[in-house]
């Protein structure tokens, strides 16, 4: 069955870093534009960055372009975001899944916390 493993999280100061893992097993990864999402406390979910299947294009939220970097390596069916200059604003429950309005089964996530 489909399962997405999300890992990296963690607590960090404002303009901290922190790289973001999703390992994904049970589909052929490598034919699925993947995303990152984040959902913070009373608020609904939103997608952050989004990567095609070779990794050659990819898109970014206003609120997070310049900051993160999505990129993906299809051998090991992972997709990771780099977050640097890390913001208050950007604390949230991180995911990946699809970067399609058709989605697998959610993960649980990885937690995000920028704070001082």
């Known amino acids: 069955q489909v399962r997405l493993v999300e890992s990296g999280g963690g607590l960090v100061q404002p303009g901290g870093s922190l790289r973001l893992s999703c390992a994904a097993s049970g589909f052929t990864f490598s034919i699925y534009a993947m995303a990152w999402y984040r959902q913070a406390p009373g608020k609904e979910r939103e997608r952050v960055a989004g990567i095609s299947t070779s990794g050659g294009s990819t898109i970014y939220a206003d609120s997070v372009k310049g900051r993160f970097t999505i990129s993906r390596d299809n051998a090991r069916n992972t997709v990771y975001l780099q977050m640097n200059s890390l913001k208050p604003d950007d604390t949230a429950v991180y995911y990946c899944?699809?970067?399609?309005?058709?989605?697998?089964?959610w993960g649980q996530g990885t937690q995000v916390t920028v704070s001082s």
């Open positions: 899944n699809q970067n399609s309005a058709e989605k697998f089964t």
